[in-house]
């Protein structure tokens, strides 16, 4: 049976706990359990080896149980997270699934069936090299989503290593290659799961104080929320010990302010994408952004200014994509770097480029010298067509408290001035209304703010 290994560790830490829960804990020994029922579901709905199956739910021990029950059935598991708005049957269709088992909101499961087939080159060669799979598809935020295919023996065999046990914070979503990799790490070194039953500052600060949470891994703009919010001051967080960051680029004046809050926790900057797994990384120091990526299953190599990864554990491709690997295996991440020896600092994605007159801005490099200004809580730049220039900046800034845009735009302007050249400098600077993060905790640079 597949993930042998990992189910012998649950066997030999019985009385370890392995799951959070609602306030609950399950204990290793109840998690293998659960397995072996979830394994007997699938039995009994006659789900076969090989099969596609939609798993719709968040972290949770059935949950997991399930997710663990299908990949050591060799199945093909697209996970979806429960609260994601996301066309569950247009997934269905390009994944060829034929079951889709949902894990309601009591930990129950329920199953229906598809009519799909599978006949995709990549789905047929895992299901015929009966190693199990997994499909991660992306946000979709610039597009359809890409469904990105992996075998499943090659992307959990890292965590067969056995490394330091913790206690995590499940912070990433279920359905993201993050979150995957933060469950598959928490039970391969027996360490505990905290789970979330939603994601705002006060649930995940809750969390850390009443479970004395020692990691919690999350997005640059959640933890400016942290920052913003103050939650700190009203829980006990002294319990962490590690805040992983990763997902999009991390504002210098953000990481600086985190790090006075929180003098004793270590900040390390993660890298991974769908496509290629999480890679290991060591950030430079505490309060830096410049971060080694790589290991011993990762090559990486800088082209005109962009990272290209080789993975052992890359995807296999897309279903719905050309493969976007050379002809040597090299995959290009489009994330624009500077280079410092074997240290690199992301500068941001290269379709997030603003192009002022053929000048290259940055939108994080301007975020950054923004939130070193007075009174800014956050800031997100954005680009707008300009018929002379192609594009001119745009700010959308949220305040710490009221205050009269006028004055602030002012003293961004004049702030921005002094550190950037011109043309970095935002022609515009707005009032943020509305949702400016995505349900994945990532800044979004759509246009969702009104003038001032």
Same mark, same amino acid.
């Given at each position: 049976?597949?993930?042998?290994? #990992? ?49 719709? +739910? ?10 663990? +029950? ?16 996301? =066309? ?10 034929? &079951? ?6 009591? =930990? ?21 090299? $009966? ?35 913790? &206690? ?16 598959? %790490?928490?039970?391969?070194? /027996? ?34 929320? #942290? ?9 006990? #967080? ?15 004046? /953000? ?30 120091? @505490? ?9 011993? @299953? ?12 080789? +993975? ?5 491709? %897309?279903?719905? +994509? ?11 991440? %489009? ?16 379709? $997030? ?35 002379? /220039? ?20 002012? &003293? ?10 011109? %043309? ?26 009104? $003038?001032?």
């Amino acid at each position: 049976m597949l993930l042998t290994w #990992l189910l012998d560790r649950f066997e030999d830490h019985g009385q370890n706990e392995a799951v959070m829960w609602r306030d609950q804990t399950t204990t290793y020994a109840q998690l293998r359990d659960w397995v072996d029922a979830a394994g007997k579901f699938l039995s009994e709905y006659d789900v076969s080896r090989g099969e596609v199956v939609i798993l719709d +739910a968040d972290f949770s021990p059935r949950a997991i149980a399930l997710l663990l +029950a299908a990949m050591a059935n060799g199945n093909i598991v697209v996970p979806v997270a429960a609260h994601v708005v996301a =066309d569950r049957d247009n997934f269905a269709r390009i994944a060829q699934a034929s &079951r889709h088992l949902t894990v309601d909101e009591n =930990d129950a499961y329920t199953m229906r069936q598809y009519e799909h087939e599978i006949s995709h080159e990549l789905l047929v060669q895992i299901r015929d090299s $009966d190693t199990g799979g997994i499909v991660f598809f992306s946000s979709g935020s610039t597009g359809q989503p890409k469904a990105a295919v992996h075998d499943l023996e090659r992307l959990v065999g890292k965590f067969k290593v056995e490394r330091h046990t913790q &206690r995590l914070i499940t912070f990433m979503l279920f359905d993201h290659i993050g979150g995957f990799n933060t469950m598959m %790490y928490g039970l391969a070194n /027996t360490g505990c799961l905290i789970t979330l039953e939603t994601r705002d500052v006060m649930s995940v600060c809750r969390a850390i104080e009443q479970h004395r949470a020692e990691v919690l891994p999350a997005s640059p703009t959640f933890l400016n929320l #942290l920052i913003v919010s103050q939650a700190h001051k009203d829980f006990d #967080l002294s319990s962490l010990k590690i805040i992983n960051y990763a997902t999009e680029v991390m504002p210098e004046a /953000t990481l600086a302010k985190l790090n006075e809050i929180f003098p004793a926790v270590h900040f390390r900057q993660s890298y991974g994408l769908s496509e290629l797994g999480i890679m290991r990384s060591q950030s430079r120091s @505490d309060d830096s952004v410049w971060v080694k990526v790589g290991g011993e @299953d990762y090559q990486t190599r800088i082209v005109d200014g962009m990272l290209h990864i080789k +993975a052992k554990s890359s995807m296999l491709g %897309y279903l719905n +994509a050309p493969s976007p690997f050379d002809e040597d295996g090299w995959f290009n991440t %489009y994330d624009q770097v500077d280079v410092d020896g074997q240290w690199l600092r992301f500068k941001g994605r290269e379709s $997030d480029i603003i192009n002022v007159g053929g000048e290259k801005v940055y939108p994080a490099e301007v975020e950054n010298v923004i939130l070193e200004v007075d009174n800014i809580a956050d800031a997100t730049v954005t680009k707008q067509v300009h018929p002379l /220039t192609g594009h001119i900046v745009v700010a959308q800034v949220r305040l710490n408290s009221e205050e009269g845009m006028k004055s602030v735009t002012k &003293r961004i302007r004049r702030y921005c001035s002094s550190k950037l050249p011109s %043309y970095k400098v935002p022609v515009k600077v707005m009032l943020a209304t509305g949702d400016r993060m995505s349900a994945r905790f990532k800044k979004t640079r759509r246009d969702n703010t009104a $003038d001032s």
